[in-house]
C-alpha cells in the first residue's frame, strides 16, 4: 500500500528492513530497467538500504540512475552525499546530473536548518 501523502514508499516495507534489503537487491538485478525503478523510488529509508541506492548510481541505465538521485533523500549519511557529488559532477546523462545537484542542495538546505535550529536552542531562542 503506497501512502497517499508523504514518501511513497511501502508501509509493509517499512516494518521489516531486511525483507526490504532482500527485496530491493532483487529488483535491483532485474533485466527490467522499469522494475529496478520502481524498487529504487519504493523503498524505505535508512542505512540497510543506502548502499544499494548508492551502488544502483551505477546502472547502465539513465532512468535507474535518475531514481536512484531522486530517492537521495533517503541517503543520509557522508556515502551518499559523496555518490551524489559524483553523480552530479559525471554522469553521462544530463537529467541525472541536474537531479544530484537538486539532491545537494535538498541535503544542504536540510542541514543548514538543523543548524539554525540548534543554534536557536543553545541561545534560549524559539
Sequence with gaps: MVLAHGPPYCRATM???????????????????????????????????????????????????????????????PAGTRALMRAAAGDPSPAVRAEALAGLSRILQARSLDAQARSQDALGND
Design 15 to 77: 516494518g521489516d528492513l531486511s525483507n526490504g534489503v532482500a527485496e530491493l537487491r532483487s529488483a535491483l538485478s532485474s533485466l527490467d530497467p522499469s522494475a529496478r525503478v520502481r524498487a529504487l523510488l519504493r523503498t524505505p529509508p535508512g542505512p540497510a538500504v543506502e548502499q544499494l541506492m548508492i551502488e544502483a548510481l551505477d546502472d547502465p541505465e539513465p532512468e535507474v540512475r535518475l531514481a536512484s538521485v531522486r530517492a537521495s533523500p533517503r541517503l543520509r549519511g
